[in-house]
């Protein structure tokens, strides 16, 4: 499986941009999916997931009610609609897809096993 995330960028303070993680190689329909970030310095740190059918959602508080995942099985694509940027929301974001093998958490990076590269989301003050 490969997962290509895109649409970062430059953003003000209180603006939004809307990440895609497109895979390929292999359909994503059967797997949940998440979004991490890792600013300069810090862990890697959990933002979001989606069950495989988009029915549950899962959010970091820092981002909850300003973030939402989302997930379209047909294009094999998981997007994260990121509005009310803030500074702190400044870092780069993965994506990933969550192993079922292991039953764990999905707040917890070491359950999942396929990242894409990474976007860069950079949010001025």
């Known amino acids: 499986v490969q997962l290509q995330a895109s649409g970062g960028g430059l953003v003000q303070s209180g603006g939004s941009l809307k990440l895609s993680c497109a895979a390929s190689g292999r359909t994503l329909s059967s797997r949940a999916m998440g979004w991490f970030r890792q600013a300069p310095g810090k862990e890697r740190e959990f933002v979001a997931a989606?069950?495989?059918?988009?029915?549950?959602?899962y959010y970091a508080d820092s981002v909850k009610g300003r973030f939402t995942i989302s997930r379209d099985n047909a294009k094999n694509t998981v997007y994260l609609q990121m509005n009310s940027l803030e500074p702190g929301d400044t870092a780069v974001y993965y994506c990933?897809?969550?192993?079922?093998?292991?039953?764990?958490?999905?707040?917890?990076?070491?359950?999942?096993?396929?990242w894409g590269q990474g976007t860069q989301v950079t949010v001025s003050s």
């Open positions: 989606i069950s495989w059918a988009g029915g549950s959602t």
């Open positions: 990933a897809t969550y192993n079922p093998y292991y039953s764990g958490s999905y707040y917890y990076s070491e359950y999942y096993d396929y």
